[in-house]
């Protein structure tokens, strides 16, 4: 039986962090589900992660941020971005009046 | 140098046959882009993929059936499922109004 999730479903009242849900883990790679509202990566913080990640932004609003390049990337829905890894990387903002999803496929 | 791609972007006028794009082959798996207007499988047509798939379906609605099942499953934007190899399936419908885009996961 096959069974049908939601993206957006409710995600409920405020969120004090960052929510991660892992949505399907597989040999090699892992989907998961990422939802912020208004968070952003703390001051001098930057990822610097183990595998690469194609994410994509489908609701809401942000600004990335990358070590190697000069100006920062604004991302509205629909867009998307492959980091590789080791590509240090930061969440400048998002958006505080509205809830951003993205959906991040993690691979090796 | 990081680019930023939109799955929204414009897609044309009309659409006589399905698309579908790859958007990332790696190891294991690919994500597909497909946009169907109105499309739906030929009748008494099934699916029965080698390879595993998680698709969500983005924008638009659409109308799957899996044969192992009696009843029909509509799919609105957010809703994602696991087809697992060799599960036959079909699209019954798509809205022929607007644009259906799916966002498809093919995993071995």
Chains 1, 2 share one sequence.
Do not use: C
């Not at 962090?17 to 998961?32: D, H, K, M, S």
């Not at 932004?57 to 600004?63: E, S, T, Y």
């Not at 590789?84 to 993690?106: F, G, M, S, Y």
């Amino acid at each position: 039986m096959s069974s049908v999730g939601n993206l957006f479903a409710d995600i409920g009242e405020s969120l004090r962090n960052e929510l991660v849900e892992t949505i399907l883990q597989a040999p090699g790679f892992r989907i998961e589900k990422i939802v912020s509202h208004g968070h952003s990566s703390p001051e001098d913080f930057w990822y610097d992660q183990e595998e690469h990640e194609w994410v994509i932004l489908l609701k809401g609003r942000a600004v990335l941020r990358f070590e190697d390049q000069s100006e920062s990337m604004t991302m509205t829905p629909g867009n998307y971005i492959t980091i590789a890894k080791h590509q240090r990387h930061r969440v400048e903002w998002t958006d505080p009046e509205e809830e951003t999803i993205w959906l991040a496929v993690h691979y090796t």
